[in-house]
């Protein structure tokens, strides 16, 4: 079972950027698809992003395109969500997600069967 450690995060004024990355503790998920799912406050889990195995194949959600962008990083093991743009209305938990069935990208939440611990964004008006 891959363990995924994630950092970065915080607090942020509409308009600005932060950047989010994760790796893994023990096991790599080295060949999988990575992406990032987040919970809003009072709210459900929404799909964001998702890369391929090779960093090469990125999805996303039409509310974060133009502004986000997910990289990864083959030889350290990273993925990485950088945000810009950021608005009152991505406030949200940011959870690290790995698809140990497939190295290509979903946009479904429910194929994403290993989380982080998730990492608080808050972006105030």
């Known amino acids: 079972q891959v363990q995924l450690v994630e950092s970065g995060g915080g607090s942020v004024q509409a308009g600005g950027s932060l950047s989010l990355s994760c790796g893994t503790s023990?096991?790599?998920?080295?060949?999988?698809?990575v992406g990032w799912l987040r919970q809003p406050p009072g709210k459900e889990r929404e799909f964001v992003a998702a890369?391929?195995?090779?960093?090469?194949?990125?999805v996303y959600a039409d509310f974060v395109k133009g502004r986000f962008t997910i990289i990864r990083d083959t030889g350290s093991n990273t993925v990485t969500l950088q945000m810009k743009s950021l608005k009152p209305e991505d406030t949200a938990v940011y959870y690290c997600?790995?698809?140990?069935?497939?190295?290509?990208?979903?946009?479904?939440?429910?194929?994403?069967?290993?989380w982080g611990q998730g990492t608080q964004v808050t972006v105030s008006s």
């Open positions: 890369i391929d195995y090779s960093g090469r194949d990125a």
């Open positions: 997600v790995v698809d140990q069935d497939s190295g290509k990208p979903s946009t479904l939440s429910s194929d994403f069967e290993t």
């Open positions: 023990g096991r790599t998920f080295r060949g999988y698809a």
